[in-house]
């Protein structure tokens, strides 16, 4: 779980042939297309740019370079509405314009204060986010879904008195902006989250009065809305999630039916509706990221190896990392280009980022990066927009 918060890809050419511009048609004027539900009613009324039907108005708009769009939201509330939408990304990523930004959370050597900070893939500091509303936080679980970075739940100290909380906040890469969620049906903190199918799943965690919890709950951004869904047999904190194959599966953490840590799995299938159960599974888990269809941890008792999770067999391997000194010195875990970031939790100026490449031939698949955040990295992820 993520400590505190205090609240490019290179851009390819774009590809304006015939066949890109009859994809957007279709997913333009298709009425069943979930997309357009929230534009429809403008759209019918006036075009987003006069004398030009809709769907060129939108690949125009699209085109325009990311540095701008804040800007472009300020024009009207329509233009606004359709650059927050699923799919302005959509068109963006037709048109071959989607650029991949590497958001991470640090925290400044005196421990005082964290700040989220937006790298390219070639390690320039672009920007800082704007601070997160609401109080300073730990525990809170960390998603991204349609290109915006989700930060929900987790637990303040405000006056010496600790309580869980239900908000979830989201960050607009492309309007540069931080909005109120709907809160989540439970308080929660050091829980388990993740997108499943283009929605978000809660599970487990610490409640509002220190409790395990049982629980599950997911949210769906098309309404804005949290549902609870069928609860976990048993209660599990300090786990974390993943997605494959259009499952959720919960790994890591704690039970209070296990003596130590968990190993067990617990998978959800949301066209089922129901929980399964594996006995495989990763204990004490200090960071985790899925790098195409693969699961990457590192466990607490060995920080000088992978150990990889495919789901296609649920089998197990560990690859050692090229790293000599204390195995005391950990790792948190980012994703950039399909390859894996290792940033060392030691601040000491020699120790550089590790890079895994799972694609490269074998012997190459280490090497060191120039990313390096500004500060101790306590989570990061990838947005795609």
């Known amino acids: 779980m993520p400590g505190v918060v205090s609240g490019k890809k290179r851009i390819t050419e774009a590809n304006m042939c015939f066949s890109t511009l009859t994809e957007l048609d279709k997913l333009t004027h298709s009425k069943s297309n979930p997309l357009l539900t929230s534009q429809v009613a403008f759209d019918l009324d006036s075009p987003l740019l006069p004398g030009l039907p ?101 637990y303040s100290v405000i006056d010496g008195t ?99 840590n968990s190993k067990f799995v617990d998978v959800y299938n949301p066209e089922r509706h129901t929980w399964c159960q594996m006995k495989n599974g990763c204990v004490m888990v200090t960071a985790h990221a899925v790098v195409g269809k693969k699961l990457f941890c590192m466990e607490w008792k060995n920080q000088r190896k992978l150990t990889i999770f495919d789901p296609e067999d649920n089998s197990w391997k560990m690859v050692p990392v090229p790293l000599t000194g204390s195995s005391s010195i950990g790792f948190r875990f980012g994703i950039l280009d399909g390859k894996l970031l290792l940033f060392s939790l030691e601040e000491e100026p020699s120790y550089s980022t590790l890079l895994y490449d799972p694609n490269a031939a074998s012997g190459s698949e280490w090497q060191t990066s120039k990313i390096k955040p500004s500060g101790l990295c ?5 947005i795609k927009a």
């Not at 540069?176 to 809160?183: F, T």
């Not at 209660?235 to 039916?257: E, H, N, Q, T």
């Open 54 to 154: 809709d769907d060129v108005a939108k690949c125009i708009l699209a085109l325009v370079p990311r540095s701008n769009f804040p800007a472009m939201g300020a024009v009207c509330k329509k233009w606004r509405s359709f650059i927050r939408s699923k799919e302005f990304i959509t068109v963006r990523k037709l048109l071959g314009l989607l650029e991949e930004w590497l958001c991470i959370l640090t925290m400044d050597p005196e421990g005082k204060q964290s700040q989220w900070e937006v790298l390219d893939c070639f390690g320039n500091r672009h920007r800082l986010l704007p601070l997160m509303p609401g109080p300073v936080k730990a525990g809170f679980g960390v998603v991204v879904i349609n290109g915006k970075l989700v930060v929900m739940a987790g």
């Open 162 to 260: 600790a309580s869980a909380s239900a908000d979830v906040y989201q960050y607009d890469s492309c309007l540069n902006s931080w909005s109120k969620l709907a809160n989540m049906n439970v308080a929660r903190y050091d829980f388990a989250c993740a997108e499943v199918n283009g929605k978000i799943y809660a599970v487990g965690g610490y409640g509002m009065d220190g409790e395990s919890l049982s629980s599950a709950e997911v949210y769906d951004p098309d309404t804005d809305k949290w549902n609870l869904i069928e609860s976990l047999r048993r209660p599990r904190w300090g786990c974390f999630a993943c997605s494959f194959d259009g499952k959720l599966y919960v790994m890591g953490g704690r039970s209070s039916f296990t003596i130590g």
């Open 378 to 382: 306590l989570c990061s992820v990838t």
